[in-house]
């Protein structure tokens, strides 16, 4: 994890929206809108690790794709390199993906089944145009070393490697460019565990070594627990808390983030320090048509009137922490456990 300068914004979000139309009839019309992305607002800093965390449906995949518009968000504001980004601006959107790079969370299908390994990393320096032929057969030689594999296997095709050994090629092509952020999608989610530890130690290296910055995408808590610096809790569409990586998993605020953490898998289960597991009632709401007010509250176990009303502000905890959540504001005891 990154133990460098956390006041140097790299990435700054601000009321994110990516909605998808619903339409009916022959001529289309539009009957309503699937709210995937309601307005998130977040900064990662240069250097760290950001993480963002939720059930499957919350909104942080589509998230992370919207920030370099492989899914064109619907509005809000994107702030990257001091410089606010138009996805609509051709040359923003070349910029951009140049310097800001995906991993993705099936090595499987994320590789060209028909190229060489030599070809898929190499693939972004001939496209942006980066050194001769020479130049870019020795960078890829050096990027293929650096990720822990070795010169016979620019020569094979994805499917003669390991799960492990795609995924290594995958982080291999996206720092081709000398990205500064690097989007991860469920990195690891795919991987046997005995492998997973093996690739989360090989981020945590280069991140050392090139002062990288990660949006590390996922749903496994433990994972995000070892390698975030801070992290965004995300419900239906909204980051409901978001703090340090300590303030997160010591002392959570949202009784979803609660709820979330009662279900990680524990060594010893009987310990007394161990959290009370809290079963939360029902599924998560569509987010076609999400409840009013909260939208957690038809499932919160310590709701009150005002959470039916109107949706929370996001209220400081801290200068870090901040929640969205009614009983903060009022300063209430929230805690489920």
């Known amino acids: ?13 601000k009321d994110l929206k990516k909605h998808y139309p619903i339409k009916k009839g022959i001529l289309g019309g539009e009957i309503g809108a699937i709210k995937a992305v309601d307005g998130v607002s ?31 968000p619907t509005s809000g504001e994107i702030y990257f390199n001091d410089k606010q980004v138009s996805f609509r601006q051709k040359k923003d ?24 390994i030599q070809r898929i990393i190499s693939e972004p320096l001939v496209i942006n145009k980066m050194g001769t032929k020479s ?38 092509r996206a720092l081709a460019l000398n990205p500064d952020l690097i989007i991860c999608d469920e990195p690891v989610s795919a991987l046997d565990v005995s492998i997973q530890s093996q690739i989360l130690n090989l ?15 996922s749903h496994d808590l433990s994972v995000v627990e070892h390698i975030s610096d801070r992290v965004a809790v995300m419900y239906l569409g909204k980051i409901v808390e978001q703090g340090t990586r300590e303030e997160i998993f010591n002392d959570p605020k949202h009784p979803y983030t609660q709820a979330l953490l009662s ?7 009987k310990s007394k320090n161990n959290r ?19 939208h957690f509250h038809e499932r919160c176990p310590v709701k009150i009137e005002a959470c039916k009303k109107a949706y929370p502000d996001m209220r400081e905890v801290n200068n870090l922490h901040k929640v969205a959540c009614h009983l903060v504001s009022e300063n209430l005891s929230i805690t489920t456990q």
């Open 135 to 172: 130049e870019i057969e020795d960078r890829v030689q050096s990027l293929i070393r650096l990720v822990g594999l070795d010169s016979y296997h620019l020569n094979r095709y994805p499917h003669e490697l390991s799960g492990g050994q795609k995924q290594r090629v995958g982080i291999a």
């Open 263 to 269: 279900s990680v898998p524990v060594a010893k289960p």
């Open 276 to 294: 009370t597991r809290i079963v939360l009632e029902g599924d998560p709401p569509s987010p076609q048509n999400p409840p009013s007010g909260c």
């Open 203 to 217: 981020f945590e290296e280069l991140q050392e070594k090139f002062n990288l910055t990660y949006i590390f995408i």
């Open 1 to 13: 994890m990154a133990q460098n300068d956390m006041n140097n914004t790299l990435l700054k979000v």
């Open 93 to 116: 959107f070349q910029e951009v993906r140049k310097n800001m790079q995906v991993i993705f969370q099936d090595p499987y299908s994320s590789l060209n089944p028909k190229h060489s």
């Open 42 to 72: 977040f900064e990662v800093k240069r250097g760290e690790t950001f993480s963002i965390v939720g059930e499957s449906g919350c909104g942080k995949t589509t998230t992370g794709m919207c920030l370099n518009n492989l899914i064109e």
